[in-house]
């Protein structure tokens, strides 16, 4: 089916260009590939299609239906497949970005920023706490944090996260500001996910690791919650860097022990496949690793 196609397209290109020569040019190929298929397709159709002498070249009867027939059709073809070839070049239509919910405040102004300079894009994003398939849920991208695990999938770091000790003004300035790792005994602590009304933090970025075991009476699974309480002077809380490196800038937050942190992993950008990816997928892949490159805040 393709050799016929190829005969019959280079069939309509010799009747356009009136010449085997120049059909030839058009084609991009040598004069006697044009010849080769024009006699394929001759015999395959078992009737002449080209009357051919030193001086001239004129369709028979046959060829010029034939002709009529096909031109159309090919032109048709021709276009499709162009739009197509242009629409994988250029980015639109709808992206899909799952990322976890306590990036949403991070990932906000870079997508905002995104689609400003795409304006054929729509964005949809997913923010959960659960590990979403990119391929059976029909996702582009997605924002994973931590240790990935192997897969198919296509990894690229974006950047070190931390998990960090925060507080507000105001707690602090109630409760005073833990000096060493002990002090935290002490003090009201805002948990993430714990088993009990206790947990275990260890601490790096000393001498030597740290372990307590803290206590608090305001627990969360939503780092989104820890954050607010936080702000709020709920107490101290531990939490990706992310979360909290805009709010010590604004003055919402104070960083709580600042050399020392409780754990270091990635947060990386993964999709199925670097080849074929969309258009809008590969913009959007390398506008968030630039706005990850080029970002004024600190995440560790």
Sequence with gaps: ????????ATFVRVVDAGSIAGAARLLGVPKSTVSRRISRLEDRLGVRLLQRTT???????????????????LADLENA???VADAGDTPRGLLRVTAPVDFGRLFAPIVADFMRNYPEVSVDIDLTG??????????DLAVRGGTLEDSSLIARKLAVVELQLFASP???????????VSDLADHECILFRPNGETIEWTFAGGKKSEAI?????LRSSEYAFVRSACIAGGGIARMPSHLGAMDVRDGRLIRVLPKRYCNRGGMSLVYPSARHLPAKARAFRDHIIAAFDNAAWQLG
Excluded: H, I
Excluded at 1 to 8: K, R, S, T, V
Excluded at 131 to 139: H, N, R, T, Y
Excluded at 213 to 217: A, D, L, Q, Y
């Design 1 to 8: 089916m393709a050799d016929g196609l190829d005969e019959l």
């Design 55 to 73: 001086r001239s070249m004129n369709t028979t009867a046959e060829g010029q239906s034939l002709y009529q027939r096909a031109s159309g059709p």
């Design 81 to 83: 497949t162009s739009a």
């Design 130 to 139: 659960r590990k979403v398939d990119l391929v059976a849920e029909g996702f």
């Design 170 to 180: 105001a707690y602090l300035a109630e409760r005073g500001a833990p000096k060493k």
């Design 213 to 217: 075991e803290v206590r608090g009476r």
